[in-house]
């Protein structure tokens, strides 16, 4: 589907987990460090009412993130 953020995406692991990918637009961008700093911080949240961040993926404008 498409987000305010960029395009989502299923996808299965090898693990045989389903996911959602998102992919983030351009206009989302921001400097790296900021990126993965608040990925890592994300990722620690634990509550019924937000969806977990399994992990995200950072190259050149490429942001990607595994829900």
């Known amino acids: 589907g498409d987000g305010s953020?960029?395009?989502?995406?299923?996808a299965h692991l090898s693990t045989?987990?389903?996911?959602?990918?998102?992919?983030?637009?351009?206009?989302?961008f921001q400097g790296f460090r900021?990126?993965?700093?608040?990925?890592?911080t994300l990722s620690k949240l634990s509550h019924r009412n937000i969806v977990k961040i399994f992990g995200y993926w950072a190259s050149g404008p490429e942001r990607l993130l595994v829900y």
Do not use: H, I, R, T
């Open 16 to 28: 045989g987990v389903d996911v959602a990918v998102k992919k983030l637009s351009p206009d989302a």
């Open 34 to 40: 900021e990126f993965a700093a608040e990925m890592e």
């Open 5 to 10: 953020f960029g395009m989502v995406y299923k």
